[in-house]
C-alpha cells in the first residue's frame, strides 16, 4: 500500500574518477554533503530518518551523519564505478530496503549540486503534485541554444538539427539541461519503468547561477569563485 511519504535519497560515493573524493571537497567550509543535507532538512518536505544517504565510504558515512543524514548501510563498492549510475544505487537500495518502495516518492539530490537551496526542492515538489508527474527534474537554460549545436566528425562539422542552423539565436525556442540538482520520481512508476526518464516528466527550472554541477577540478574552482564572489 502506497503512502503519501517522500524519501530523500543522497548518492554520494567516495570513488569519483574525474575529480578524486569530490563529495568530501569543501566550499564555504563545509563539505559537499552537506548542502544536500541540510537543504533536504530545511525543505520540510522529509521525516528527518527519511533524508537517506548512500555511500560505499566510512568517511562519507562518518561525515554525512554528522550532519543528520540517514546512513543505514555501506553499499557494494562496485555500484560506485562505471558502468553503474544514479539509478542502479537506488534500485539496489530499495531491494535492500523494501519499506520504502511503498513511499509516493523518492527525490534524489545530489551533492554536486550545493547552490541548490530549500526553496528548489520546494517548488520542485508543487510541480511533481500539481502536474501529476511521473518524475520532475529540475533543469536550467543552455548557454546557447541546443538546436543549433553540431557534431564534429574527422574534423567535417555537421549539424545535428540542419533545419535550425541557419536560424538566429532570437528566432529559436529557449532550450534547457538537465541539471541533476533535485530529481523527483513517483515510486511505483520507477520501480516498474527501473528508469528515471518516463514518459510522464516535468521540468522545474533553475536559474544558471545555482545549477552548477561539480564534476572536474574546473567545476570546483569556479564554485570557489561564485561562493568567494557572494561573500
Same mark, same amino acid.
Given at each position: ?55 560505499? #565510504?566510512? *568517511? ?7 550532519? &543528520? @543524514?540517514? /546512513?543505514?548501510?555501506?553499499?557494494? %563498492?562496485? =555500484? ?88 538566429? #539565436?532570437? *528566432? ?7 541539471? &541533476? @540538482?533535485? /530529481?523527483?520520481?513517483?515510486?511505483? %512508476?520507477? =520501480? ?40
Amino acid at each position: 500500500m502506497t503512502t503519501s511519504k517522500s524519501l530523500c535519497f543522497i548518492p554520494a560515493k567516495a570513488l569519483s574518477v574525474r575529480l578524486k573524493k569530490k563529495n568530501l571537497l569543501k566550499l564555504d567550509g563545509k563539505e559537499l554533503i552537506y548542502y544536500p543535507i541540510t537543504n533536504a532538512i530545511s525543505s520540510g518536505k522529509f521525516d528527518k530518518k527519511d533524508i537517506v544517504l548512500s555511500s560505499e #565510504s566510512d *568517511e562519507i558515512k562518518t561525515v554525512a551523519e554528522s550532519y &543528520g @543524514a540517514n /546512513v543505514p548501510y555501506l553499499r557494494d %563498492a562496485k =555500484l560506485s564505478v562505471d558502468p553503474y549510475g544514479v539509478k542502479d544505487v537506488l534500485l539496489d537500495f530499495l531491494d535492500r530496503f523494501p519499506k520504502y518502495k511503498s513511499y509516493e516518492s523518492i527525490c534524489t539530490l545530489l551533492p554536486t549540486a550545493p547552490f541548490m537551496n530549500a526553496a528548489d526542492i520546494q517548488n520542485a515538489f508543487d510541480i511533481f503534485h500539481k502536474g501529476k508527474f511521473d518524475v520532475v527534474m529540475s533543469v536550467s537554460p543552455t548557454d546557447h541554444s541546443a538546436l543549433r549545436s553540431v557534431y564534429v566528425r574527422d574534423g567535417i562539422v555537421q549539424p545535428v538539427l540542419p533545419q535550425y542552423i541557419h536560424l538566429k #539565436s532570437g *528566432e529559436l525556442e529557449p532550450t534547457y539541461r538537465i541539471n &541533476g @540538482a533535485v /530529481v523527483i520520481v513517483r515510486t511505483a %512508476a520507477f =520501480l516498474e519503468s527501473k528508469s528515471y526518464f518516463m514518459e510522464s516528466w516535468g521540468a522545474y527550472k533553475m536559474p544558471s547561477e545555482r545549477s552548477v554541477d561539480i564534476d572536474t577540478e574546473e567545476d570546483y574552482r569556479y564554485a570557489q569563485f561564485l561562493v568567494k564572489s557572494r561573500n
